[in-house]
């Protein structure tokens, strides 16, 4: 009779066991709680999808819906990481034979050799002018700091005011991403102080289209203060001293060398705070300078971006909306054999499309098939 009440529970003891069993080795599809972080998740969704970055940003390689109207259409398009997680029902997108990591554009996988093109003349458009509209990116470093006091960090506060005085300044500067540069190249083995080598240049050129890094240094401010009988009649003046250079991405030129100091008289505060208000003074006169220095600087600089990725007929390029491009345009594209030169004369292409935050697909009309991190420099724009 005391033996009858183990029967029954033997089965629920080995249905456990089993279940157990099966938890310790994975993790059952039919478990409401998954295993391993949620960007694991997203890895397994792309696992037999081409993804590549272009301008910074993740893309998934899809067929073109409207491929088959014929045209100008490309075969195939890239749409951001994201939006294709959250739609990826209503995309078709190629699948990949092997597993492989995100392709960094514009330094990708050689492309298998196309068949040699027939001889043809190749005209470029040098009499035609850059269009006022293109906007070029440059890229402010954090100014190394030499105060006169050791609790103050002005450096990464002026370059943050240089940023905001520029894009007042001139709509057709883009300024890209300092910490987001640096994080990168840190990646790659490389330290701030190797902003100004050819090969650190090089790659922010090709990467992110930086067409000019700019850094610099500063000294100061030095406060000049009176005392009065009261605080209000305190007066107090400033001075600030900046050294700057702008250096081409392309050629790796210093394209200018700029000392700014303000005048110490249209700093001069009285009142309370009067030290700190005069500092904001000469600060502000500073950056008028410099910026003025750099907007005229980058007006002497030639337009231009790269062939990030070419997949077929497809030229995929690292400019788009942003940079001020238009469907239509046509750009003469180059082979630089060396840093500054523009190269071989290869051929053009027209743009068909735009996409991403700052990226466009152009096709060839003229000349040689293109490669990746080929020149691109504006020919001219349809209908003019």
Partial sequence: MGAKPIKPLFPLILFLSIIFF?????????????????HQAK???????????????????????????GGNQPKYLYVPVDEYLAKRESFTSPSVKSDRAPKALPAGTPLSPAPAPEIETVTTSVSVLPDSSLKKKVMITHFDDHTTSAEEALGDWLAEKLVKEVTRRSP???????????????????????????ETL????EIFGIHAVVLGEL??????????ARDQDATSSAIIKIEMKIIDTFSGKILNSVSAQNAISPTKERGMFADERAKGRAFDLTLSDLSRSLSGAMDRL?????????????????AGKLSGLKVGDVMDVFRPQKPGDRGEAKGKIQILALFGLDASIGRMIQ?????????????GREGT
């Fill in 22 to 38: 099966l938890s310790a080795c994975s993790t059952p599809s039919w478990l409401p709680i998954k295993k391993g972080p949620p």
């Fill in 43 to 69: 890895k397994k969704e792309l696992l037999d999808k081409e993804v590549i970055l272009i301008d910074r940003h993740e893309y998934v390689k899809v067929l073109n819906p409207r491929a088959s109207e």
């Fill in 172 to 198: 057709y500067l883009l300024t890209v991403d300092y910490r987001m540069v640096m994080e990168f190249l840190g990646k790659r083995g490389s330290s701030p102080s190797a902003l100004e080598s050819p």
């Fill in 202 to 205: 090089r790659t922010v050129s």
């Fill in 219 to 228: 000294t100061g401010p030095y406060v000049f203060t009176t005392k009065g």
């Fill in 302 to 318: 030639e337009w231009f971006c790269r062939v990030a990725k070419v997949d077929g007929e497809s030229v995929y390029i690292n």
């Fill in 367 to 379: 000349g040689k098939r293109p490669e990746e991190e080929d020149l691109l420099r504006f020919a």
